[in-house]
């Protein structure tokens, strides 16, 4: 059974930094992309990050870049976000997914979701 579990959320000021991490388990994940989406109350949900397996190939949505940072270990099956000079803006409910596609489909459908964790940034 294929379990995505994601750690790291928080209560933070405007500015400060959180590290998302998301560990998978329950099968070989070589080969699949793995992001970070996110959905804040009344919002679509959307997609923050994304990652290939084994390219530098990295996605972010513009309202993150140069804040955020994807990063992966494949020995631990787990990526990684991690989040500085957070805004208000970037209060949601993260979720971690994994797709076992080509990179040029990341922005398609997931095949497995995390159960989320809630970041919250004050001003």
């Known amino acids: 059974q294929v379990q995505l579990v994601e750690s790291g959320g928080g209560l933070v000021q405007a500015g400060a930094s959180l590290r998302l991490s998301c560990e998978a388990s329950?099968?070989?994940?070589?080969?699949?992309?793995m992001a970070w989406f996110r959905q804040s109350p009344g919002k679509e949900r959307e997609l923050v990050s994304a990652?290939?397996?084994?390219?530098?190939?990295?996605y972010y949505i513009d309202s993150v870049k140069d804040r955020f940072t994807i990063s992966r270990d494949n020995t631990k099956n787990t990526v990684y976000l991690q989040m500085d000079r957070l805004k208000p803006e970037d209060t949601a409910m993260y979720y971690c997914?994994?797709?076992?596609?080509?990179?040029?489909?990341?922005?398609?459908?997931?095949?497995?979701w995390g159960q989320g964790t809630q970041v919250t940034v004050s001003s």
């Open positions: 997914a994994t797709q076992s596609t080509s990179w040029r489909n990341f922005k398609g459908l997931y095949d497995y």
């Open positions: 329950g099968r070989t994940f070589s080969g699949y992309n």
């Open positions: 990652i290939a397996w084994s390219t530098p190939d990295t």
